[in-house]
């Protein structure tokens, strides 16, 4: 495949895979998406040294005039936080915009996509996407799950979205053979609150433990991806029957609104940050640097057990 002539990838991102250092993906949607400017330049300068403090190197993904990026400079992190035609990039727009030199935030789908092109092992996200609530009726189920179906990398997420069906998402995950584990938690997370009430296919001890599990299930050759449930901190989480209330009157929202496909997650999570005086919008942050932090320890185990 002729892949060097779509990407760029930063010579220290790239001497680190060269010499298998520690290297940790992040997303650029939860950037152009996700949080207002300029708030999101400073979490996306934060959450690359959340990477750095543990030891591994911060790779954010993103395509920016048709080019492929892997890891951004300063100002193609600004460009993304500005979000001035930026688009929400999944798999089936990667070519795309790539063909048509557009700009675009990679989504988890699209992000591991730009792992696998640069052999990246580990991956952290906010919360990844699933089988959207009543999906049994609308089919609306994110490509994230797919992506998870088939992609080598190890995605570390709060668990799915609250907004979600998060008992279909595990059963479709768990239908297409992705293995669901929790880091030091035998309950999948519900993104802004530690517990949803269903249970993770494996409870590893910790990070070292996640790393062996990985490193295990590349050498017997199993593709797909790997779902590790880290639960955000006990002092930001929120109470789970409160964010439930709060997710109904989203829902009702986006539905007054009109407001479907892949611009409901945006719009619901605007919705919430609302509705909760911006107590959800901390928590979104603060479980997103947890995840960073965590998929650096990881990528770190790793590392050193190969």
Not at 47 to 67: C, F, H, L, N
Not at 122 to 131: E, K, L, P, R, W
Not at 204 to 224: N, V
């Amino acid at each position: 495949m002729e892949l060097n002539k779509y990407i760029d990838i930063q010579p220290e991102i790239a001497e680190a895979l060269t010499e298998n250092l520690p290297v940790v993906a992040l997303e650029s949607t939860i950037l152009s998406h996700g949080m207002p400017y300029p708030e999101n330049l400073d979490f996306a300068a934060e959450v690359e040294r959340a990477v750095r403090s543990e030891g591994a190197i911060p790779a954010t993904m993103a395509i920016v005039g048709g080019r492929v990026k892997i890891g951004l400079t300063k100002d193609e992190l600004e460009l993304m936080c500005k979000a001035e035609n930026v688009g929400k990039v999944s798999r089936r727009d990667f070519a795309i915009y790539v063909a048509e030199g557009r700009d675009g935030a990679t989504t988890v789908a699209s992000t591991m996509m730009c792992c696998a092109y640069a052999g990246i092992q580990v991956f952290a996200t906010g919360g990844i996407g699933g089988v959207h609530r009543h999906g049994e009726v609308t089919m609306d189920v994110s490509a994230d799950l797919q992506e998870l179906a088939h992609t080598n990398v190890a995605v570390v997420c709060a668990g799915a979205k609250q907004i979600l069906d998060i008992g279909r998402t595990l059963e479709y995950l768990e239908t297409m053979g992705v293995p669901v584990i929790g880091n030091g938690t035998s309950d999948f997370p519900a993104f802004y609150c530690r517990k949803s009430g269903y249970g993770v296919d494996y409870a590893a001890k910790d990070e070292a433990d996640i790393a062996k599990l990985i490193h295990t299930k590349q050498e017997l050759g199993l593709k797909g991806g790997m779902l590790i449930g880290n639960p955000i901190p006990e002092e930001y989480a929120m109470d789970f029957d409160y964010m439930e209330e709060v997710i109904q009157k989203a829902l009702v929202k986006a539905d007054e609104a009109g407001v479907y496909g892949k611009n409901i997650t945006p719009f619901l999570l605007a919705s919430i940050k609302d509705i909760t005086g911006g107590k959800a919008f901390e928590a979104n942050v603060k479980l997103a640097l947890n995840n960073a932090r965590c998929a650096a320890k990881i990528a770190k185990a790793l590392s050193d057990m190969e």
